[in-house]
């Protein structure tokens, strides 16, 4: 197709469908995931709609946040709600609060909402109360333990959404299981879209390797920062004990977990055998990802991206939604006991196929495209 052959068809894509180009979307974001997940769809909606951005301040750190925006080139938020720490009711409560102001001015004709944050959650509760179409990206996710706050925020956030997109068929039936089926999308994962599209930059830019001594296949790399396992000293006494046996470790370590180190004394022991460092940017964390021998981890989407980088994962959970990395043999749970943690970073050694269940990479271009046919 020659230059003016696409001008003219974009020209009468806006004749046919002038409704398309007036489509005004606010996106709602505020934590590390949720940044990583808005990229490429972000990328996809400005081809089309009206894009505005508005960032809750859930998480503020310039390495939990501002770091995001400037490597996966995500245009500066429309509206900054400076939310910030606190517990999950002034946090959600104060969220659904600014955000409600933002869209009573801005009305927008859908919101949308990532992953199973409290800004998740807030943004989509604003959203319905107004009677604005809300729409979750990465819909339909269940580990099934409702102590989670991530398991609430889904669940209430799939039931008061109109569009559901999602990023397995596990997530499809799932929310079949609730009785929803209407609005929702198999969409593939917009984590592989983010993945693909910055691995090859992190190969290039990406000096992290050199920065820590490291070899290829010689470390292992530990991320930790769920509530189950930083609030509770037993567990993260655990986690330690069985870091300083396995010694080889690289851990970028989440504000909320150096905080809990700190208090319960455990800082000093972690730092002086292992690697902690400061929480790292996508390409750095990509390029640790792909390098290491194996990740010890409790975060959802760096299971997923293991399983990706066919690194094997040993999971510091007892449940995961992300349950094709387990089926498949690349992904065990194993809890916060330290035996069984150093059991699996010696033996654990996966064997299995894997299987395409994550989609392609083009999960953002679908989102977008399934918006725009509404
Ligand atoms: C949140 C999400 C979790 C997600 C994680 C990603 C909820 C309920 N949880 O957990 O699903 O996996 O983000 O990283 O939404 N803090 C800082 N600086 C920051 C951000 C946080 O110091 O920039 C510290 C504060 O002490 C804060 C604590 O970390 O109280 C927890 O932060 P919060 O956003 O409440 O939850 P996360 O544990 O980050
Ligand atoms: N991540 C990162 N730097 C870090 C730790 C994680 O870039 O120091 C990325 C990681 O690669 C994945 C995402 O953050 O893409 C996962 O976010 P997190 O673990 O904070 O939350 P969860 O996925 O558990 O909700």
Not at 88 to 103: A, D, F, N, P, S
Not at 160 to 172: G, I, N
Not at 267 to 289: A, R, S, T
Request: charged share 30%; net charge negative; with cysteine.
């Amino acid at each position: 197709m020659t230059l003016s052959d696409r001008l003219e068809a974009k020209i009468k894509d806006i004749l046919e469908h002038p409704e398309r180009r007036q489509m005004k979307i606010v996106s709602i974001v505020g934590a590390r995931p949720n940044f990583i997940k808005l990229a490429p769809v972000s990328k996809e909606l400005r081809k089309e709609f009206d894009e505005i951005i508005v960032h809750t301040g859930q998480h503020y750190d310039y390495e939990m946040n501002k770091l995001f925006f400037d490597e996966l080139g995500i245009p500066e938020p429309d509206y900054h709600l400076g939310v910030g720490s606190g517990s999950h009711g002034y946090q959600t409560g104060e969220m659904l609060k600014r955000t409600e102001e933002v869209l009573i001015k801005e009305k927008p004709d859908m919101v949308l909402v990532f992953g199973d944050t409290n800004s998740t959650l807030a943004g989509a509760l604003a959203a319905v109360k107004l009677h604005i179409k809300a729409a979750h990206v990465e819909a339909g996710l269940r580990s099934y333990d409702k102590k989670m706050p991530e398991e609430i925020n889904r669940v209430l956030t799939d039931h008061c959404s109109a569009l559901l997109f999602c990023p397995t068929e596990t997530a499809v039936k799932n929310l079949k299981n609730e009785g929803i089926a209407k609005g929702v999308y198999l969409t593939g994962d917009v984590m592989v879209d983010a993945l693909q599209e910055n691995i090859k930059i992190a190969e290039k830019k990406s000096k992290i390797l050199d920065e820590l001594n490291l070899n290829p296949e010689e470390y292992y790399l530990a991320t930790v920062h769920r509530a189950e396992n930083t609030d509770d000293f037993s567990r993260l006494k655990s986690i330690v004990d069985a870091f300083c046996e396995i010694r080889h470790i690289v851990f970028p370590c989440h504000p909320r977990t150096e905080k809990c180190l700190k208090e319960y004394g455990l800082w000093n022991k972690l730092k002086n055998m292992i690697k902690v460092i400061k929480p790292v940017g996508y390409l750095d964390m990509l390029m640790l990802e792909k390098n290491a021998r194996k990740i010890l981890t409790d975060s959802g989407g760096v299971q997923k991206e293991a399983y990706i980088f066919k690194v094997p994962c040993i999971t510091l959970r007892e449940t995961t939604e992300w349950v094709e990395t387990v089926e498949d043999g690349w992904n065990v749970l194993v809890g916060a006991e330290s035996k069984k943690i150093v059991g699996m970073a010696n033996d654990f050694e996966p064997k299995g196929e894997q299987r395409d269940v994550f989609g392609d990479g083009k999960a953002g271009e679908r989102v977008e495209e399934i918006i725009g046919r509404l």
